[in-house]
């Protein structure tokens, strides 16, 4: 019952959150500060989908740059070849991400702990491979350029991100709350104990990697439109993209609901602090100052004070 009263706070906030949300262009018109938001708002959901996996199911994955770049070049070359409207290529994006993440999933699934990682991580440095070498369908390291984003302004893409965070964060919210999410956290804390149970452990794998393929590749779609060119090197980065996804879980608190958001507002704000103040030397003192934090917080912000915040 306690889980269940959780759940049902953390949609209230959520909605709580879409308001405050919709009124805050309005409030604030600098265009940088909004820049910052959309960020946070995209590794927030980035976060979250590969939290449902490795935080919640316990199935830790080092590639899931795969999912983010297939959805990105799915709706890129989609628009650029086919005419497929932008809109469209968003949910094309994440069917995508989700159609990819079943064959890698059945292969990585078999293995545990390392092996199931960078199994994963093997996964996305081929598709890297494979779109650098097919550059008559996929412009090669020339990459791609969206003459037309999907939409123009900040104060759009703003809305549109936000949209997308509030659908992300209920979704994840309904799941955990079911059958499924219980199965979850089953499979994290003993694997063997809950197939003893009865519950197919494959199939719940394969579950929570689509659930977090689909997000992720929406996600790809969405980085594209808002920068407006990709290539290989930016969507299927391990450390751009995979490993900051880890970095943002686990400095929020693997695991908790919230954790996410927090470690998206600190990565991105700290990142841009540093890079403005420290400029060359900026990715020395960020990765010193996450070494702290993860030291004196390793369960992350939202993981060492749930209790007296009552989060989960």
Not at 39 to 48: Q, V
Not at 166 to 185: C, H, S
Not at 222 to 251: E, H, K, Q, R, W
Request: overall charge positive.
């Amino acid at each position: 019952m306690k889980w269940e009263n959780i759940m049902n706070t953390q949609k209230y906030l959520i909605i709580s959150f879409l308001m405050v949300a919709l009124i805050f262009p309005i409030v604030v018109e600098n265009e940088y500060v909004l820049h910052l938001l959309i960020l946070i708002a995209m590794w927030t959901i980035l976060g979250s989908t590969w939290n449902l996996l490795g935080g919640y199911a316990g199935q830790v994955s080092f590639g899931h740059a795969a999912f983010f770049g297939i959805g990105a070049y799915t709706a890129c070359i989609l628009n650029t070849k086919y005419g497929v409207s932008l809109w469209s290529g968003l949910l094309y994006a994440g069917i995508a991400g989700t159609i990819i993440s079943v064959p890698i999933g059945a292969i990585s699934f078999r293995l545990r702990g390392p092996y199931l990682s960078l199994s994963v991580l093997a996964f996305a440095a081929v598709l890297r491979l494979i779109t650098l070498d097919w550059a008559s369908f996929t412009g090669g390291a020339v990459g791609i350029l969206l003459v037309q984003p999907i939409v123009s302004s900040k104060a759009s893409f703003y809305y549109l991100i936000v949209g997308l965070a509030i659908i992300a964060l209920l979704v994840i919210n309904n799941v955990l709350k079911r059958r499924m999410g219980y199965y979850f956290i089953a499979l994290r804390e003993d694997e063997d104990a809950a197939e003893a149970l009865g519950i197919y452990t494959t199939r719940y794998k394969l579950l929570a990697l689509s659930i977090s393929a689909f997000f992720t590749g929406i996600m790809g779609a969405f980085y594209a439109n808002y920068t407006s060119y990709i290539d290989p090197y930016i969507v299927f980065s391990i450390g751009d993209v995979s490993i900051a996804m880890v970095l943002v879980v686990v400095l929020g608190g693997i695991g908790t609901f919230w954790g996410p958001l927090f470690g998206s507002t600190v990565v991105v704000l700290l990142s841009e602090c540093f890079r403005n103040y420290f400029a060359g030397a900026s990715v020395l003192v960020y990765g010193a100052l996450i070494i702290i934090v993860i030291m004196f917080l390793p369960k992350g912000i939202v993981g060492s004070f749930k209790k007296r915040f009552k989060i989960a």
